[in-house]
């Protein structure tokens, strides 16, 4: 028999105890700080038979995760909920939580919710899709970049989730015709959970999208982003530059935000005045003043950049250059001593060059301030569990428990650096083709991200299916 936690989460957490089950016995755990005397009653009211001490600490966190986890799972919540739930009672309004995990007893379709985000958070998802079709309703998890649908709920209970995630998030509840957005601040098993909520009128309901933002995933490296060394290093040096431009490109969802983080920590912020722009806010960083655009009162990029070039930076970070205004004012405050990172919306690295001068960026300016592009996708890696070997030294996904049947675990990035030497800044002065561009970055040592992705396949790390899907042409 696995572990069981029959005591209330907020009793469980409140005094530090678990009440764990290993098959042969009920054992409670507990800090040596708490008296037997006041562990007595515990004893008797649930029959325990052994009595075990651990540091609080460490017993914090396994409360957490007990408690993350297991009966509470979002599929059999919801079947409860489906099977016992009184339609026109479901919506009563409840006292606010401090923690998601103390809320197992309240109304049904709270409980439903908190088992959705409770789960999303612990399989690690970056978003909830929920979703209305005629005959049913669909919650779909995103995991390693790719959705899978977790369970169907009822379609009576679809307009009630909804109304209750918009009272979460502070939204219009009556305004059903219109998209909305708003974000819900949490806290599940301990972790602080940043949940940004968007509504979109459909032909059948409104469907929500929730993106999970983890508060505690702040500690971003270069190391960490899975770079091949000689990236690593030629991508450091440009970042520790006193002035010029590094853009890092690529699509939605392929970790540009994160690499850029990952930069300004390499950054000494006691010593140098590091501003960011950002659409949103991802993450909040230590020593780092960061603004977030507001279209609603009109604070586009272009403003918020205008506004922190009177600020005295060192470093500026821009969260995507969308127009020629703020690409104008980046180039410019490369050219006067500022260090600027920034992202784009590109293929790869030599057509972040085209790009920027078909928004109007005149060629000569960009060639005096480019230090270099870096483009990247993410791949997603192997189970470590169940992946196999096909007699070449390759490995393929296959698909067990450990992974959600998908066979893969967990994502790494792949990576193409252009480093913008003498000859590449010639080519973008006399508006070389990109062919011509990308010919002359490999001789300067650029190596395509199907090729990086080559050296992940070798190392067992990911499949060759999975690198020919992201880095298609």
Not at 111 to 127: F, I, P
Not at 422 to 450: N, P, Y
Request: charged content about 25%.
């Amino acid at each position: 028999m696995g572990a069981r936690h029959p005591l209330p989460y907020a009793f469980a957490k409140a005094h530090t105890l678990l009440l764990e089950d290993d098959g042969n016995q009920l054992v409670l755990w507990a800090p040596e700080t708490v008296p037997f005397a006041a562990l007595s009653e515990v004893i008797r009211l649930y029959d325990v038979d052994a009595l075990e001490r651990e540091a609080a600490a460490t017993l914090t966190n396994r409360i957490a995760a007990a408690y993350a986890g297991g009966e509470s799972s979002a599929a059999t919540v919801i079947g409860e909920v489906e099977s016992a739930v009184d339609l026109s009672r479901m919506m009563q309004e409840i006292p606010a939580v401090e923690d998601l995990l103390e809320a197992a007893n309240d109304a049904p379709i709270i409980r439903m919710l908190n088992a959705l985000l409770t789960q999303a958070a612990k399989d690690g998802a970056s978003d909830i899709h929920i979703e209305p079709y005629e005959r049913s309703s669909s919650v779909r998890f995103r995991v390693d970049g790719t959705l899978r649908e977790v369970v169907q709920p009822n379609k009576a209970l679809h307009a009630a989730m909804i109304s209750r995630l918009k009272i979460m998030a502070e939204l219009d509840i009556a305004e059903k015709r219109l998209p909305q957005d708003g974000r819900i601040s949490l806290r599940i098993g301990g972790r602080a959970v940043d949940v940004r909520v968007s509504t979109l009128p459909s032909a059948h309901g409104e469907r929500a999208v929730l993106r999970l933002l983890d508060k505690g995933e702040s500690k971003f490296t270069l190391e960490g982003l899975g770079m091949d060394g000689e990236v690593l290093n030629k991508f450091d040096k440009l970042i520790q530059q006193p002035h010029g431009i590094v853009l890092v490109t690529g699509p939605t969802g392929s970790g540009k935000t994160t690499t850029l983080y990952a930069s300004l920590g390499r950054v000494d912020t006691s010593t140098t005045n590091v501003l960011t722009v950002e659409d949103p806010v991802e993450y909040e960083l230590a020593g780092i003043g960061q603004t977030q655009v507001n279209p609603k009162i009109d604070l586009t990029f272009a403003k918020a950049l205008r506004a922190i070039l009177r600020q005295d930076p060192d470093v500026i970070m821009i969260g995507e250059i969308r127009d020629f205004e703020t690409a104008q004012i980046a180039i410019q405050a490369s050219l006067t001593g500022h260090l600027v990172l920034a992202t784009l919306h590109t293929n790869d690295a030599p057509s972040a060059v085209t790009r920027l001068t078909d928004m109007g960026v005149e060629p000569f300016l960009l060639s005096s301030s480019l230090l270099g592009v870096l483009a990247q996708r993410l791949v997603r890696k192997l189970c470590p569990v169940c992946k196999k070997p096909d007699g070449r030294g390759r490995y393929h996904p296959v698909g067990c428990a450990a992974c959600g049947q998908s066979g893969y675990k967990g994502r790494t990035g792949v990576y193409e650096l252009m480093v913008a030497d003498d000859k590449v800044r010639s080519m973008i002065h006399s508006r070389a083709a990109e062919s011509q561009l990308f010919v002359a970055a490999e001789q300067g040592g650029l190596r395509s991200m199907r090729e990086d992705g080559e050296r992940l396949i070798a190392e067992g790390v990911t499949s060759p299916e999975e690198v020919m899907r992201v880095t298609r042409e």
